[in-house]
């Protein structure tokens, strides 16, 4: 099995291949670049589930292996390495692999699903089209299995290139590349932050590998034993500076609060790019840095409260911006930064398997609920707003049924994937604020939100497929073909059966030994010790407590998080499961128009831009012109204007001259007078 | 004998050029630029060098020859390269290739003078970074202001007299303030030398410094000159405050000599930063680390917010060069291998981007007789190529990674980051990043509103795609940018190998 790992780079260079086809033959192919683009995903996922099996069939378990040296040099590192290697290397161990099966198989049916959702729309520019998705998959692809932080942080930024491209496609409007910078723009300032991150733990460290002996968690680690100082600060102080540095990147990508106003706007793109990259994939990669280097931040108490926090809230807050939402995408837009809110939530309480677990879940529901609503959006002839759906339900029953199994999963109803992980975040995130007022306030947080996706999942399900069909087009639907209804079938699988990867509650209950995934990433089946679940958690500085024993505690809270979730559900189909459903929103008053504005968080980030920077760059520029360019022409001006008056001296008239020449003659004598003391 | 074969290849070119039909120039001139360009290629694969050729390294393709005796001190014909100047002769001699293709299309007028031009002003840039002799470095110096103000007064825009006028006298001026204190520098340096060769100048400074002259002491006397060098230079790199030259020359001068102008031209300048002020003056860098750093920052924050009040395309990416040019300053200061020699690379990397930035530019311009912002958008609908390859240029300028100006500003950050030599560097290196947010910013503001959105056109013509000799030259810029930035070793070693012994003169080795 460990020889299947030879193969590893294959798994990101054939969707490379597949962008290098689409870009220079697409517009001569067959379908346009669709072709070599399912091929290759379909390979890296075949390799992708190979990597699974040579991982828990290996000896060692992991594949750790440097490709080549991007750049090498000497530099003063802080704590007193004299060298450092940039390299590019592979690291896949049980995190990596699972994560490289999860992203090339949604990129896998993301391909599949655009033969009909773009193919058959007769769509312009789609050579472009698959080549952003090669050169999305690729670069993500490499991102997960990236074996420093350095090269992580590379294939972030060309993962933010494919989503502004992306975003950016139908370019002949005007709304669709403004979306794309805006994406572009407030994932780069989180990525400024970053890298300085990445600057700062290689001159520290003098190293930026992940994992290893010479890995920059493990030098973290023993700067914070030693007790020395790090750039004038104790080391972990310093560790902590560093990883909310880092985080700032992750903030950016996983959309998380106060940068999240890019993702909703990311709506712009194509749906099929949507469930890509701004659901299951690229928003991921935050997240899965987080994890990816979970044992830095697992050294700092005030790092991961703050991701805890920074989740929590996120996850309350965008859940109550869904709830006013009109347009289907927005809706899930904002479901998604609220679900990955979640996930900050389990990392940031040490709840590493809780966190991982529910990207994944989320990977699925989310993909397949993203391609239902494209699948949505064929049905309504590219109509998105749901007040003009509905009775989508009997016109369409695979789309209908497969979207009702991501819901519910989304919504965290038993035994749906989505209602495991989240249960299993939510009590992470309770046992440890039993004994940290903080993580209790994230946790309360985390806990409303239940309430909120409850309901505006079940708001979207019912406007959009039950009652009675609102205008002609929802009567009388689009059909949809295989492509669209195959991959939401598989998607429509897992996000029922996912669940039972972690059956955590269920474990604890009975004593079966079924939570494979903690065990997964355990390294129970392969990996390195020093990635493991049970490494990180003793690292983890947070104390746990209990209502009265561990099984009361977890009953109580899975059954507030699910009692909640339904309450929600319940409220919807309350208000929205009927013939002919209206808004509702005169109850909601002025909350109404807060929650419309998106709590004014747009306003605020685009006068930053536009009414403080721009007018700033304005002021500069005319001081520019005026003052500084306007002293060089001062002197231009002073030097002509000086020549032109003592030019007036060449009159041409003999006289004139022969006067000067007597004038300075005297002149020059009284001088020499004067030096020579002729007159004392 | 190199270096003389390339110089003479170039020159005799120029005037075979200068006296060839119009009609056959443009091709005439890029035949002829092969060789320089070959040539080029071939000293890249057979440098045999090692070492800083200022402080007694091994010299590739070496050639002295001793000239003039003026009083006591030689002056030599003295040639020769290192890990640091080989690189920018090879930028130089590609980057004058392509700039010839891409004037095919907008030069009409006096072709035969415009090419030969071309030619002596690359014959004059390689003898820039070839030269080891004051007197002989300084009359290639001189030497490039005359054609590069030829090109914008005669083939340049509406206010090309008054541009190609501030170009000239203000970096004359700097010149002379350049040349005075180095004067005086040989002078104060007394028996210590006996020639203009550079790498003596330099050992006489390192091991003895100046000694007292005309009643000042030595030390005095080395950081004045100091600073006069630096601001000598400093115009040409440019920093602000000397960088209101630059913005007028970009608007003004034609496509090519705006390549060559932010390609090799401004390059110039930092590497006579490297060359004299840095590798000379250690002490005195050291002592004036906190102010230059300063400026650097100053140069990339300000210089980055000029560029977002524009709405010529030509004057945003030429306040971006202001912006890119005070992250050298930054790495140069660091006095760290990855700082110095991220700097060195930054200026490659620069002049590739840079350079295909106002070609992209050029073609845009050639096809719509307009750069404003406002006047146009949608230009991805009629010219989807050469749209491409400005959006891939503009990423590369945002210092995208897996395109050379990442690892050049990664190399320069890391290494002002952690350096010794630089107080308060960890507070100086975020500073100085921010600019990877402005240019982000400014760059794609230009592209939402000119290539993207619904085509339209406020002047009055038919816009098609771009001709295959246009947008050649850019596919060859990108493929190198891409490829130094995939395998940044190609040349960061060779520049590492030449950076070492200068910071062994109290920088951190």
Not at chain 2, 157 to 168: D, L, M, N, V
Request: proline fraction near 4%; charge should be negative; charged fraction near 10%.
């Amino acid at each position: 099995m460990e020889g299947l790992f030879d193969y590893a780079p294959a798994i990101a260079l054939f969707p490379l291949a597949a962008f290098v086809i689409a870009l220079a033959f697409g517009p001569k192919l067959p379908k346009k670049g669709a072709i070599p683009g399912i091929v290759a995903t379909g390979g890296s996922l075949l390799l992708s589930l190979a990597m699974l099996a040579a991982v828990a069939g290996g000896e060692e378990g992991y594949y750790h292996e440097t490709l080549f040296t991007w750049a090498a040099g000497d530099a003063a590192g802080e704590i007193g390495t004299d060298a450092i290697e940039f390299t590019f290397g592979i690291l896949i161990d049980p995190l990596a692999a699972l994560m490289l099966v999860i992203v090339s198989l949604v990129a896998f049916l993301v391909h599949v699903f655009s033969l009909e959702y773009m193919n058959a729309e007769g769509e312009t520019g789609l050579p472009r089209y698959y080549a952003g998705l090669g050169l999305f998959t690729f670069s993500m692809l490499a991102f997960v299995y990236a074996d420093n932080l350095l090269m992580a942080f590379m294939f972030f930024e060309l993962v933010g290139l494919c989503s502004f491209l992306l975003i950016g496609f139908w370019f002949r409007t005007r709304s669709a590349p403004s979306a794309a910078k805006k994406a572009f723009l407030v994932t780069r300032f989180g990525d400024y932050f970053f890298l300085i991150g990445v600057v700062a733990i290689a001159a520290t460290f003098g190293t930026v590998q992940f994992a290893g002996e010479d890995s920059f968690v493990a030098a973290a680690a023993a700067a914070i034993d030693d007790g020395g100082q790090l750039f004038g600060f104790d080391a972990e102080t310093w560790v902590t500076i560093t990883g909310l540095l880092v985080l700032g990147g992750v903030i950016g990508k996983s959309a998380q609060f106060p940068l999240h106003t890019w993702l909703p706007d990311a709506m712009e793109g194509p749906t099929t790019v949507s469930a890509l990259i701004h659901a299951a994939t690229m928003v991921a990669a935050g997240v899965y840095l987080v994890a990816r280097m979970f044992g830095y931040y697992a050294l700092s108490p005030t790092a991961l409260a703050i991701i805890a926090f920074v989740g929590g809230f996120t996850a309350l807050f965008a859940a109550t911006m869904g709830v006013v939402k009109d347009d289907i995408k927005q809706v899930l837009a904002y479901s998604t930064i609220s679900q990955y809110g979640y996930m900050m939530l389990g990392l940031g309480v040490g709840g590493y398997v809780a966190g991982v677990f529910h990207l994944m879940n989320h990977a699925f529901f989310k993909a397949l609920l993203f391609l239902g609503s494209g699948a949505v959006i064929v049905l309504m002839h590219h109509e998105q707003d749901m007040w003009k759906m509905g009775g989508l339900k009997d016109k369409a029953p695979v789309t209908y049924y497969t979207f009702l199994a991501g819901a519910l999963a989304l919504a965290g109803i038993v035994p749906f994937s989505g209602f495991w992980s989240k249960d299993e975040i939510l009590y992470d995130a309770l046992i440890v604020g039993l004994e940290q007022p903080l993580i209790m306030a994230a946790y309360a947080m985390g806990l409303i939100a239940v309430f909120f996706t409850g309901f505006y999942t079940f708001r979207m399900v019912f406007l959009t497929f039950h009652g009675e069909p609102r205008t002609e087009t929802a009567e009388d639907p689009h059909s949809v073909g295989w492509a669209i209804k195959a991959p939401l079938l598989v998607l429509g699988v897992l996000a029922t059966v996912a669940g039972l990867a972690n059956l955590a509650p269920v474990a604890k209950l009975t004593g079966a030994e079924i939570s494979f995934l903690e065990y997964w990433l355990d390294g129970e089946y392969g990996g390195l010790e020093a990635l493991t679940y049970h490494s990180y958690h003793e690292t983890v500085p947070f104390e746990e407590g209990a209502i009265g024993s561990e099984t009361t505690t977890m009953l109580l809270g899975a059954g507030l998080s699910l009692g909640l979730a339904l309450a929600g559900a319940f409220t919807a189909h309350a208000l929205y499961n009927v013939p002919s459903p209206t808004r509702h929103t005169e109850k909601l008053g002025g909350a109404y128009d807060v929650l419309r504005s998106n709590y004014y968080q747009d306003e605020y980030q685009v006068w930053l831009a536009e009414g403080l920077t721009l007018p700033v760059a304005r002021a500069a520029d005319r001081f520019d012109q005026t003052v500084i360019d306007g002293a060089v022409d001062g002197v231009s001006s002073v030097s002509l204007f000086g020549g032109d008056r003592v030019k007036r001296i060449q009159s041409g008239i003999v006289t004139n001259y022969a006067a000067l020449l007597v004038a300075g003659f005297i002149a020059l004598l009284i001088v020499l007078g004067f030096l020579g003391g002729w007159f004392l | 004998m190199m270096i003389e074969a390339l110089l003479a290849v170039t020159l005799v070119g120029a005037l075979v050029t200068f006296v060839a039909p119009n009609r056959i120039a443009g091709k005439l001139a890029f035949a002829i630029s092969l060789l320089p360009a070959g040539l080029g290629l071939w000293l890249f694969s057979a440098f045999d060098g090692s070492g800083n050729a200022l402080l007694e390294g091994e010299l590739a393709f070496e050639s002295r020859v001793e000239w003039i005796q003026i009083g006591e001190y030689t002056v030599s014909w003295f040639v020769g390269l290192d890990g640091i100047s080989l690189p920018l002769v090879v930028l130089t001699t590609i980057l004058c290739t392509l700039a010839i293709v891409s004037s095919w299309t907008p030069i009409d007028d006096r072709e035969s003078q415009f090419y030969g031009l071309v030619l002596f002003i690359e014959a004059n840039l390689i003898g820039v970074f070839a030269a080891l002799d004051f007197f002989v470095w300084f009359i290639f110096w001189e030497a490039v202001l005359i054609p590069m103000y030829l090109l914008i007064g005669i083939w340049g825009g509406p206010r090309r007299k008054y541009a190609a006028i501030k170009f000239f006298v203000y970096t004359n001026v700097a010149s002379l303030l350049m040349f005075g204190a180095f004067i005086v520098l040989v002078f104060s340096l007394g028996d210590a030398v006996t020639s203009f060769a550079l790498p003596e100048i330099a050992t006489a400074m390192l091991e003895g410094g100046p000694e007292a002259f005309m009643g000042v002491a030595g030390s005095t006397i080395a950081a004045a000159v100091f600073v006069a060098m630096f601001v000598g230079f400093a115009v040409k790199v440019p920093v602000v405050p000397f960088h209101t030259w630059l913005p007028d020359a970009h608007v003004e001068a034609p496509t090519p000599a705006s390549v060559l102008l932010a390609g090799v031209l401004l390059k110039m300048g930092t590497y006579a930063l490297l060359r004299f002020n840095f590798t000379m003056f250690p002490e005195q860098a050291e002592a004036f680390a906190v102010p230059i750093a300063a400026i650097a920052v100053i140069s990339v924050i300000y210089g980055a917010m000029l560029a977002l009040a524009q709405t010529d395309l030509k004057r945003i990416v030429a306040y971006s060069s202001v912006s890119s040019m005070g992250y050298v300053i930054l790495g140069l200061i660091a006095y760290t291998q990855f700082g110095v020699g991220g700097a060195t690379f930054q200026m490659v990397s620069h002049g590739l981007i840079s350079g295909l930035m106002f070609m992209a530019v050029g073609v845009i311009y050639n096809a719509t007789h307009t750069r404003m912002v406002t006047d146009m958008s949608g230009m991805a609908d009629r010219m989807p190529v050469a749209v491409g390859i400005l959006v891939a240029g503009a990423f590369g300028y945002m210092g995208l990674p897996l395109m050379s100006g990442f690892f050049g500003e990664y190399a320069i950050f890391f290494g002002s980051f952690g350096s010794g030599r630089l107080p308060y560097s960890q507070v100086f290196t975020p500073l100085a990043m921010f600019g990877i947010v402005i240019v982000a910013g400014y760059l794609l503001f230009a592209l939402q509103r000119t290539v993207f959105g619904p085509y339209h056109l406020e002047t009055d013509y038919d816009v098609g795609r771009a001709p295959l000799h246009d947008v050649a030259p850019m596919f060859v810029l990108l493929a190198i940018i891409i490829a130094l930035g995939v395998a940044p070793e190609l040349i960061f070693e060779m520049i590492t190998d030449a950076v070492d012994p200068i910071l062994e003169n109290g920088g951190e080795l």
